[in-house]
């Protein structure tokens, strides 16, 4: 874990990627609204729009006041326009009323409209530094490649895969170990993953589960959705197909 973590900060070092939302002065409103936008969509694609979106709904008071048919025409260039603009109005508008302040139980926090697992997470680790994962897809194949597969299909509910995914972000400082997760899997550990370069691939189970099929003279396999075909889909070798599960940025 200590390795995984230690080597994966080490890359993150050199290779971060650069957004509005991880600006050192970047609002908690902007670092939680950017996670709402980050959901299904790719963070270049946000980025692009994100300077433009702030300056419009600088905090939750504009947002809430904002009319729907005006968000829906702003959000349209990112898909999803209906459902976002519909989850950013209902939660400015119980941010606006509470003054902006997040409550500061996690029951109270899941209670605000339409704030899943995976947001409640984003609030309580901007808001109070809580080293809690952001885990979605992206996550969820770099954890398991390395360490083995999950046991349940939703990520939401796997308790092996929460458990470590929670372990690993309190390693080192949670917001950074978070954002290096994320990166390393758009980048190195992404959908057919670069293994030949990757700096993980010395204790990666994946990889070494299959540099053992290479030498004995099976297919080397590159695609997530060959893991969930593939026989070896026990823990530790490969990973299963995701679905019905939580998504966020690539
Ligand atoms: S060795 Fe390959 S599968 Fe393992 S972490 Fe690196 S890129 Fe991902």
Request: charged share 25%; net charge positive.
């Amino acid at each position: 874990m200590h390795w995984f973590s230690s080597h994966l900060m080490s890359w993150f070092a050199n290779n971060k990627r650069i957004f509005p939302w991880r600006a050192s002065d970047a609002s908690l409103f902007v670092q939680v609204v950017s996670e709402v936008l980050l959901q299904r969509t790719r963070a270049e694609t946000v980025a692009k729009f994100f300077p433009s979106f702030v300056l419009k709904y600088p905090d939750w008071k504009s947002l809430s006041e904002a009319s729907n048919a005006d968000l829906e025409r702003f959000l349209k260039p990112i898909g999803l326009w209906r459902r976002r603009a519909s989850s950013l109005k209902n939660l400015a508008c119980a941010m606006a009323a509470r003054h902006g302040v997040f409550p500061l139980g996690r029951v109270e926090i899941d209670a605000l409209p339409n704030v899943g697992q995976y947001i409640g997470n984003a609030i309580e680790m901007f808001s109070f530094g809580k080293p809690v994962p952001l885990l979605d897809v992206n996550m969820a194949r770099l954890l398991e490649r390395f360490f083995g597969s999950r046991i349940l299909a939703d990520i939401r509910h796997d308790p092996y895969l929460q458990r470590l995914a929670g372990r690993v972000v309190d390693l080192q400082e949670p917001k950074l170990m978070n954002w290096a997760i994320l990166d390393f899997a758009s980048s190195v550990c992404s959908i057919k993953p670069r293994c030949e370069t990757c700096p993980l691939r010395k204790r990666c189970s994946f990889y070494k589960a299959n540099a053992l099929e290479t030498t004995s003279g099976k297919k080397l396999l590159t695609n997530a959705s060959e893991f969930g075909l593939s026989p070896q889909t026990k823990r530790g070798t490969a990973v299963r197909p995701i679905s019905n599960s939580t998504t966020k940025q690539e």
